[in-house]
């Protein structure tokens, strides 16, 4: 595993930290060309930003996203 945090879910180098990771994160695409890491923790937990300011580099809802196969 890597320590760097600035990858995101194509493997491109993008300073988005452990969003680009993580199975809490959503990415939300607008209209005029902009992208969003929406947190679904922060529907259920106060303590997360809806949309966090990037990159976030430590976050204790952070869970690794499962891998395909991965059960």
């Given at each position: 595993m890597t320590?760097?945090?600035d990858f995101n879910?194509?493997?491109l180098r993008d300073p988005i930290g452990l969003c680009a990771t993580c199975r809490y994160a959503r990415v939300?695409?607008?209209s005029h060309g902009s992208t969003f890491y929406l947190c679904q923790l922060?529907?259920?937990d106060p303590r997360f930003d809806k949309y966090p300011?990037?990159?976030?580099l430590r976050c204790a809802?952070?869970?690794?996203a499962e891998q395909a196969g991965d059960s």
């Open positions: 320590d760097r945090a879910f194509a493997g939300v695409h607008s922060a529907e259920i300011r990037l990159p976030v809802g952070y869970k690794p």
